[in-house]
Every structure is written in structure tokens, then in C-alpha cells.
């Protein structure tokens, strides 16, 4: 039992998880920005305004609350070791009090990640296989 726990304990540790941040500076009409990651890349970081929100989380989804209506410059950047990287720089409009959407192509798993997560599934397999038997 205390293994089956362990396992699911490291299992959840290490997926994707959402981020909710806040803007850091205080104004009267602020609306939300939602950055949404087609993937979860490994290390995703979301800029806004010149603003550091967030750095270097596993998520595929960032929510920033607070921004200052108007023109916001949102700039995303992700991918880790084993994952094609990617940046982007989008302009929105951000209305008081409602939320806007920035959708950004999320990185890519690499041929060596590909090779690599095929040997480490059959190699899985081939252990549940020798337990059973």
C-alpha cells in the first residue's frame, strides 16, 4: 500500500499544473489575462508589460490577474531539455473587469525525446510483465 501511495505521490508531483499570479502593481480598472499553452511545456515563462509573472513552471495554463486595462504586451516563452522551444510576443486589449485569451503553440516532445519515451514505455512493460509471470 505504502508504495502504491509513493508511486501516485511522484505521479502527480510531476504533472502540469495551472498558475494563477497577480499583476504586481495596484489600479483602479484591471482586467484578466489567461495564457494558454497548446502542450505543458516544462518550463514556461509569461511576461506582461515588461513585468516578470511567472518563471520556469510545468503548466500549460497561466492566469494573471490585475492587469492594467488597455494595451498589454504579453510575451511567453517554454520548452525544456527535451522539447522544441518556443516564443512569443502578442499585443492584447485587456477590458476592465473580463478576461483575454493569448492561445500559444506549446513546445514539441524532440526525436530524442520520442526514442526515449518509447524505450522507457517498453521497458515498463517488460517489468510489469516479469512481475506477473
Known amino acids: 500500500m505504502t508504495r502504491w501511495l509513493a508511486a501516485l505521490c511522484a ?3 510531476g504533472c502540469a499544473h495551472n498558475v494563477t499570479a497577480h499583476y504586481p502593481e495596484g489600479c483602479a480598472s484591471t482586467g484578466t489575462v489567461i495564457v494558454r499553452l497548446s502542450n ?3 518550463n ?3 511576461i506582461v508589460n515588461g513585468r516578470l509573472i511567472v518563471e520556469d513552471r510545468h503548466t500549460a ?3 494573471v490577474h490585475g492587469v492594467p486595462a488597455g ?3 504579453v510575451e511567453v516563452s517554454a520548452g525544456g531539455d527535451r522539447e522544441t522551444g518556443v516564443s512569443e ?3 492584447v486589449w485587456v477590458e476592465p473587469g473580463r478576461e483575454v485569451a493569448v492561445t500559444v503553440a506549446g513546445p514539441e516532445m524532440t526525436t530524442a525525446q ?3 519515451a518509447g ?3 517498453l521497458g515498463v512493460w517488460l517489468v510489469y510483465a516479469a512481475l506477473i509471470l
Do not use: D, N
Open 61 to 63: 495554463r497561466v492566469k
Open 40 to 42: 505543458a511545456a516544462s
Open 71 to 73: 494595451r498589454a504586451v
Open 11 to 13: 505521479l502527480a508531483a
Open 89 to 91: 510576443r502578442r499585443e
Open 114 to 116: 520520442g526514442i526515449y
Open 44 to 46: 514556461a515563462t509569461v
Open 119 to 121: 524505450f522507457t514505455t
